[in-house]
């Protein structure tokens, strides 16, 4: 298997202020420290992008840009998507493809919107996905936790299986990566 890591929406926007999603800073540290070890075992990293017309996610605006703390590398590949699912209408299939990647490892924000649509998404495509349980976030929606939400979606994705393939919950210091 040929894993590539998405670090999906960890921009400006959701990391700082009034929309910082929880425990971010932790978060990062964990999306850091795993993409540190993607790049050293020579496999793709892509860091997404969400972008709207108007508000804080405008293309190019301080929001947009990605977490000042993350640790982005000129080799990481680069993708924007207008919708929660990274797939939708974007190139990240071709980009995957053309890596010959047919596994992929998700983290980033925010785990009741883009992680679980690009997750469902990977899914229907045929892709085995390995969700890092404790590497991806969101903030409390006024009914439930931001913990609560994180911990539902990594529950009810590791049990999704109509697909034939699965979701395997893995944490960031546990993940092992392919020889």
């Given at each position: 298997?040929?894993?590539a890591?998405l ?13 910082a999603?929880f ?5 990062i ?9 993607v ?15 108007e508000?804080?996610m ?18 990481d590949?680069?993708?924007?998507k207008?919708?929660p699912?990274?797939?939708?209408e ?6 995957l493809k053309?890596r010959d990647?047919?596994?992929l490892?998700?983290?980033?924000l ?8 690009t ?12 969700l ?18 994180s ?14 393939r699965?979701v ?8 092992v990566l392919p020889?």
């Amino acid at each position: 298997m040929k894993p590539a890591l998405l670090i999906i929406d960890v921009q400006q926007a959701l990391c700082t202020g009034e929309w910082a999603m929880f425990d971010i800073d932790r978060v990062i540290a964990r999306i850091n420290a795993v993409s540190q070890r993607v790049r050293a075992a020579g496999l793709p990293v892509v860091l997404i992008q969400h972008e709207e017309d108007e508000g804080p996610m405008r293309h190019d605006s301080d929001g947009w840009q990605l977490a000042t703390t993350l640790a982005a590398k000129p080799g990481d590949l680069r993708l924007r998507k207008r919708t929660p699912d990274s797939f939708h209408e974007t190139e990240l299939q071709r980009l995957l493809k053309e890596r010959d990647v047919d596994e992929l490892i998700v983290c980033g924000l925010q785990s009741d919107f883009c992680v679980d649509s690009t997750v469902r998404r990977a899914l229907s495509l045929g892709y085995p996905v390995t969700l890092l349980s404790d590497a991806h976030s969101t903030m409390d929606n006024g009914v439930i936790t931001a913990s609560q939400i994180s911990a539902h979606h990594n529950a009810t994705l590791a049990n999704v299986s109509s697909f034939g393939r699965g979701v395997r919950l893995v944490k960031a210091d546990d993940l092992v990566l392919p020889a």
